[in-house]
């Protein structure tokens, strides 16, 4: 049999991404993301949804930056600048 190493690759892949994998959680955890899950939700699911709720880090230290560095205006100088003239 030959074996093409890129096709190996891609096919134990796409048996992974079948598959899955074991991770190992507390309980507790465990019990958390069945609260938050929806009927017929695997923990996968779950777990996908919760991570695109969340901001990177990297926009967060981005918005810290800006809250440190930017000017700030009020709202009534933003509604100001908003009108038609």
Known sequence: MNHNSYNDYNAYREYGERM??????????????????????????????????????EFIRELERRYREEERISIKDVRAR???K
């Open 20 to 57: 899955g994998t074991t991770i190992s959680i507390k309980e507790s955890t465990r019990d958390l993301l069945r609260f938050y899950g929806f009927h017929g939700e695997s923990y996968d699911d779950i777990i996908q949804r919760l991570l695109q709720e969340v901001y990177p880090p």
């Open 82 to 84: 908003l009108e038609p």
